[in-house]
């Protein structure tokens, strides 16, 4: 089975920075495109940005410039920069890893992580 393990939310002022991680785990061959969504109380789960396993990356309007995703592929982990932060960032982040090969299976697979609280206060 595979784990996606977030890290790196919390409480912080307008303007601070924060930096998630994501770690995925279990017999993992490779994965297709690792992403950040997010979901605010009272609001559908939209896509952040996400990046591809070539290093191709794809953002939401609201965060160009200020944020930037990378990944390591050789540790199957995400990272999500984020700058500048805003009151409407405010929401639960959740990792996502689509395309997932494990060992043994015949398809790929998608998984989400728990999701890690990121408030951003004024």
């Known amino acids: 089975q595979v784990q996606l393990v977030e890290s790196g939310g919390g409480l912080v002022q307008v303007g601070e920075s924060l930096r998630l991680s994501c770690a995925a785990s279990?017999?993992?061959?490779?994965?297709?495109?690792m992403g950040w969504y997010r979901q605010a109380p009272g609001k559908q789960r939209e896509l952040v940005a996400n990046?591809?396993?070539?290093?191709?990356?794809n953002y939401a309007d609201s965060v160009k410039g200020r944020f930037t995703i990378s990944r390591d592929n050789a540790k199957n982990t995400v990272y999500l920069q984020m700058n500048s932060l805003k009151p409407e960032d405010t929401a639960v982040y959740y990792c996502n890893a689509a395309g997932v090969w494990v060992r043994g299976s015949p398809r790929r697979s998608d998984y989400w992580g728990q999701g890690t609280q990121v408030t951003v206060s004024s």
């Open positions: 990046i591809g396993s070539g290093g191709s990356t």
């Open positions: 279990g017999s993992i061959m490779s994965i297709n495109t």
